[in-house]
Every structure is written in C-alpha cells, then in structure tokens.
C-alpha cells in the first residue's frame, strides 16, 4: 500500500497540532493515515487506500459512513436554516422524548456536547443532590477527559493519572476493581456516608471488553441504595448499541438513577447527555440550583442527526443486523483463536467484538474463553476470562500494536491500534465483509 499522502500530511500536522492528532488514540505509529473520506463500511485513505472500518470514530457511526436517506434529509435541512441560535428548538424535545420512550430509567435529558462533559456534569449533580463529595469508580474504567475520574491506584489511595491534575481532585475518588462485590462492600464500609455515588461503564469498553459478572451490577444498585448514594450508569459507548433501544440498563435489567450518553445519540456529531430521574435531573440549572450550561447544549444539527439516526434504527432491523454480524463475528474469532492462539480471548456482545491478546500466565490466570467471554459461569474458562481492567493490562499489547495491528492494515482491516479499545459493527457491514475480516484475523494470528 501507498501512504506517501498520509506521510505528508502527518509532518505537517505534527508541526501545528500536538502529536499531529486531536485526540491521542488517533496517533498510530510509525504515523496514521490520514482519512479522506467514508464509504459504507468502509473508509478511504489520503492515498486512495480502502478498509473496512471496525473502528467506525470510536463508537459513533451505528449506520455506517453513508447515512440513509432521512437522515441526511434532516441534517442538512436543519444546517440550512442556520446553524444554531442560542434558544430552544422542538427538535430537542423530540430526542429527550424518544431517550424517555425507550431507555427504561431515563424520565428527563439534558444535553451537552461530548460524552467528557455528560459525565462531568453527572458526577457534579451527583455531588449536589446527595450533598457527599466521593465517587466511586471501576479501576481502569475510562469516563472521558475529566479531573475527578482519571486517576490510578486502589480503594482510597488514589492519586491523579495524568500531570495537571490537582491531587485534591483524586481524594475525592475512590476505586474498586470491576466485578469485584467484595471490594465494593468494603468501600462502603468504610466511606458509606461520604459516598455520592458510584460511576461505572456497564461493559468496560475501553480497558476491554469485560463484562460484568453475574449479580455484580445488582450488587452495585443495592449497596448505593442502602448508603442513599447514586449510580450512574455510564452508556456513552452501550447506550443505543448494547440492549438495543434500551441500551445496557434494558439488557442488564438495572435502573440506574442517572445514565450518561455520547456516541451514538449525536448520530455522528458532537454530543453528550445526562438522562435519569426526573426529580434528580432537576437539580440542574435553571429548574434547581446545580450550574450547567453549554453554548452549543442541544445543537440543532447535532439532536436532527440523533433523532433521525435513532428514528431510523427502531423503524428498520438495524439492531438485528449488527447483533447477528457480530454473532458470526465473535463465532468465527472464536474458532480461529482455539485454533492459533488458544491463550486469547474473544469478547463482546451485539455489535462490539474485541480478540484479547491474553496470556497463559505462570500462575494461567488468564486464556481463551470458549463461551465469547461473556463471563458465564458454565464456560469451562470462566475463571481464567479477564473480570477487571488489570487483567485486561497483562495481555499483550506491544505484539497487538507492533505486530497485529499492522497486519490487519496491511490486509485493508482498520481495527483501533490501541489494543484495549473495542471494535464496532455498523449496518452498513455484510456477510461478505465479516468473512473478509474473519480471513484477515486468521493470516494475521
Ligand atoms: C465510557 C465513556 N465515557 C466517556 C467518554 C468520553 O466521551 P467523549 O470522548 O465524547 O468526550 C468515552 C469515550 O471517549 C467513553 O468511552
Ligand atoms: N476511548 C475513547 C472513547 O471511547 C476513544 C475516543 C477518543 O478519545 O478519541
């Protein structure tokens, strides 16, 4: 393959963009491609190289790079009429409406411009409704770019991940490893009444895939409702692709009393919201006194592209689809990795999929899961399937970003080159496309 045109524009980036990207996942090495544009399933390089995308922006795309006719109808319509006024429209009523009608915990809606900004904004209402200052959230869980959530270390020693970050901030959060009950217990135990609420992805998504294990989420609704503290639920990646309309929350049958969005309600534009219960999520501003505001909350163009991408979604079999894609998908992974690598593990569920570089410890702490690592207790590897973000930190990840990535490019399969973020299938895949992938899996192992 050619990438001189990507190869150009990337010394030109690195010399007025930091790290040439304008966001760290994008910055592949030796240099990313560049995109010209999408296509389907698929997206085409500066270079006029095509591959078939599993990345599809992280999340967002559930319809694909050509979104159908509706939709487009209505995103242009409403960019033609202006951008956007600094006043409320009817077209964000008509999502927070359609959020309310189908995900089963969500009464209310407020909506902000990035996922980043959804849980923000949630962590603070969750402070200003239960008067508490500490949260509680998964090791390894990702929450966006945000002060309160990006730290490390365990229980309540936990310091800031990143410089620039106040170490004031990581006092106030406390960590457990997913799916651990125990260490959630005893977290409560010990800060019970300062604790405003716990915040969680309901599948790890970005240090994964892991699922949840059984009774772990009803664990985490009990122990928050006997301490009078929240759980928030964070569906910025599950929320309209997990469980379907009724996101993981439907799926899982848990009522979290606020859930996060992101992704795939902008249906491709920049978007984020805070869904939950009506007398919690009107503690915001200007019904109740916790400040949010956004000049750019409930984008005109953005809440057409999500409406009409939902819309679309619920009145066509777009959810049966890439449910029964990703089925096939993680079926065929499975029997190639027994095959080839018999120590990875293939997770996911719907349309997420992801081959986990697992090792065969020399405690064989980790190694394939016959079942899809869905952590169900009858798969004969159950206890050896990654439950947390640290054992998702074992598996291989110089040979996935050195070795595997590269190879799956090679064969036109852009997969993400972080190795811990999760692959997505969007209806404009085929059959055709997931054998192609399902070959080009098989080489490069
Ligand atoms: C679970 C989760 N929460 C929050 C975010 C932050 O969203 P955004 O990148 O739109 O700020 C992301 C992804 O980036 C995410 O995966
Ligand atoms: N982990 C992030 C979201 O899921 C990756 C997207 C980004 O930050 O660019």
Not at 92 to 121: D, I, K, Q, W
Request: charged share 25%.
């Amino acid at each position: 393959m050619n990438h001189e045109q990507s190869r150009s524009l990337y010394d030109r980036a690195l010399s007025v963009m930091p790290g040439g990207v304008n966001s760290s996942v994008r910055a592949t090495r030796p240099y990313p491609f560049f995109v010209d544009s999408g296509d389907g399933g698929h997206v085409v390089d500066a270079d006029g190289n095509k591959y078939l995308d599993f990345v599809m922006g992280y999340g967002p795309l559930l319809l694909g790079h050509d979104l159908p006719k509706q939709v487009q109808s209505a995103i242009q319509q409403r960019a033609s009429e202006g951008p956007m006024y600094g006043a409320p429209t009817e077209v964000e009523v008509e999502l927070a409406e359609f959020v309310s009608r189908h995900v089963p915990s969500v009464e209310m809606t407020r909506f902000v411009n990035s996922g980043t900004e959804a849980t923000v904004s949630a962590v603070r209402l969750a402070r200003g409704y239960t008067g508490r200052e500490k949260i509680v959230v998964m090791q390894c869980g990702y929450h966006g770019a945000q002060e309160s959530t990006l730290v490390e270390g365990k229980g309540d020693d936990t310091s800031p991940s990143s410089p620039g970050i106040p170490s004031s901030f990581a006092e106030h959060t406390l960590t457990v490893p997913f799916n651990d009950k125990a260490a959630v217990h005893s977290v409560f135990e010990e800060h019970g009444d300062d604790i405003a609420a716990v915040l969680t992805e309901p599948i790890l998504g970005n240090y994964g895939i892991v699922h949840p294990v059984e009774g772990f989420h009803e664990t985490l609704r009990d122990v928050t409702e006997e301490h009078g503290a929240l759980l928030i639920f964070d569906e910025v990646i599950t929320g309209f692709r997990v469980g379907g309309l009724k996101c993981a929350q439907g799926k899982f049958d848990i009522d979290p009393d606020i859930t996060t969005f992101g992704k795939i309600v902008g249906g491709g534009f920049p978007v984020g919201a805070i869904g939950g219960k009506a007398e919690i999520i009107e503690q915001f501003t200007p019904a109740g006194d916790v400040f949010q505001s956004g000049t750019f909350s409930g984008h005109p163009v953005t809440m057409a592209a999500g409406l009409e991408t939902l819309r679309y979604a619920a009145e066509h079999d777009v959810y049966d689809h890439v449910n029964t894609l990703g089925e096939q998908l993680r079926a065929g992974l499975t029997d190639i990795v027994a095959d080839q690598a018999p120590e990875y593990t293939v997770a996911g569920t719907d349309s997420m999929f992801k081959v986990l570089f697992t090792r065969e410890g020399p405690d064989d702490q980790t190694g394939h899961c016959e079942a899809g690592c869905k952590q169900r207790p009858d798969c004969p590897r159950y206890e050896y399937c990654p439950k947390n973000g640290s054992d998702v930190k074992q598996t291989e990840t110089e040979r996935w970003e050195r070795l595997f990535w590269p190879a799956m490019k090679e064969q036109g399969i852009f997969l993400t080159a972080n190795q811990f973020e999760s692959q997505f299938i969007c209806n404009a895949h085929t059959e055709e496309d997931i054998e192609k992938a399902l070959d080009a899996y098989k080489e490069a192992l």
